[in-house]
């Protein structure tokens, strides 16, 4: 076969992997000169723990799977089976924590909760103040920056595969094929429009108003910490916005700290393979985004990792803002539609798409019978 790929963030980018792993010619469209969206602008995390159970959590264990045999073959993607751990201070916390070890589906996570010289004995760079801290030994990293770059050298290797930058593709034209802005038509036996969060233009053309919103959220990077954070890191309000855990009491009873209620914050935490660290983050909902990033919610965030790592945080190299597109129904892990015939709309795994693309692109592969 011959497969069109539109879009070159990490879903589009698996769905032409498994393609080419198939046998296929895959051509990839994309109209930036290289991807600028979500699956740049992420944590790198493979992140197993918070996904709801059923659909959600086979879909991201399945992932994971993949992830790390597609690690053993491109090891520039920097996979890394870190694990994570979220400390607690409270018993509320404490309470959740507790909860979700003893879910049904706890051991597929890789869940357990330790204490907190336990924590510090897994990542001693965690010299701060807490009681205990819930493990998950499933959740790892790779490198978002490169590693769509990464993933397109090796699939260039192939033979099979090529990759059309700087063209945004305008139109649907008949069955399974497109055309660009340069006026080239792109003919395969199947299309999948892989867009993220861009909704407009030629999606909205194709398919009409999809059921996905957009979520921007804020994050930062930060100089080497000067010693190796051994896992991903959480604070005990990331209960609130995973389904996973229980946090129904919590809610009720323990407030946030009013910058983190207002931007509906957590803290997510990875060491990059450089030293430093990607720390966020936010989630604003309300379209259209203002254009500013507020400083409000990265000195929370300074002082939450400061209190955990119980030292000052490295210098701040850089600050970005994000957006990624999100499923309307968040039970769902992706939007997948046929808008034409040969033609698939894949879009809106929100926050999930690093971490759940290999399953996700696996599964349209499966479907439509590559």
């Known amino acids: ?27 990839q469209i994309e109209r930036e000169s290289e991807a600028r969206g979500a699956s740049l602008r992420n944590f790198g995390q493979i992140w197993v723990s918070g996904r709801a159970g059923g659909e959600e959590l086979r879909t991201a264990l399945r992932a994971r799977e993949l992830w790390e045999g597609i690690g053993a073959r491109v090891p520039e993607l920097g996979f890394r089976p870190i694990g994570s751990l ?50 998950c030994e499933r959740d790892a990293a790779v490198e978002p920056r490169t590693a769509q770059l990464a993933l397109r050298k090796a699939l260039a290797a192939s033979g099979r595969y090529t990759f059309l930058p700087g063209r945004e593709v305008r139109d649907v034209v008949g069955e399974h094929a497109v055309r660009d802005d340069h006026g080239d038509v792109h003919t395969g036996d199947a299309v999948v429009l892989c867009t993220g969060a861009w909704l407009g ?19 930062m990077q930060t ?12 604070d005990a309000d990331s209960f609130r ?45 309300e379209h259209p985004f203002a254009f500013d990033t507020l400083e409000d919610p990265y000195e929370h965030l300074t002082r939450v990792v400061e209190t955990l790592l119980g030292r000052p945080l490295p210098p701040v190299r850089r600050r970005w803002a994000g957006v990624y597109a999100q499923c ?16 698939w709309l894949v879009t809106g795994p929100g926050g999930r798409g690093m971490t759940c693309s290999p399953a996700i692109a696996e599964t349209t592969a499966n479907d439509l019978g590559w």
Do not use: C, K
Request: charged share 25%.
């Open 201 to 219: 233009g030629l999606v909205r053309e194709v398919a009409g108003d999809v059921p996905v919103r957009r979520v921007r959220l804020q994050m």
């Open 86 to 135: 979220t400390p607690v201070r409270t018993e509320l916390e404490l309470a959740v924590a507790e909860a979700a070890v003893a879910r049904p589906d706890a051991a597929a996570r890789g869940f357990g909760l330790v204490t907190a010289d336990e924590a510090r004995a897994i990542n001693p760079a965690l010299r701060g103040d807490f009681r205990a801290a819930l493990w």
């Open 223 to 234: 100089a080497p910490l000067g010693e190796p954070l051994t896992t991903s890191v959480a």
């Open 1 to 27: 076969m011959r497969v069109i790929v539109v879009g070159a963030g990490v879903v589009g980018t698996m769905h032409a992997w498994h393609a080419v792993e198939r046998g296929h010619e895959v051509v």
């Open 328 to 343: 309307a129904d968040t039970r769902r892990v992706v939007h997948r539609q046929r808008v034409r015939d040969g033609v």
């Open 241 to 285: 916005y995973y389904p996973a855990y229980d946090s129904a009491a919590l809610e009720a009873s323990q407030a946030q700290e009013p910058v983190a209620a207002a931007h509906r914050m957590q803290l997510l935490m990875v060491q990059r393979l450089d030293g430093g660290l990607t720390i966020g983050d936010t989630h604003e909902y």
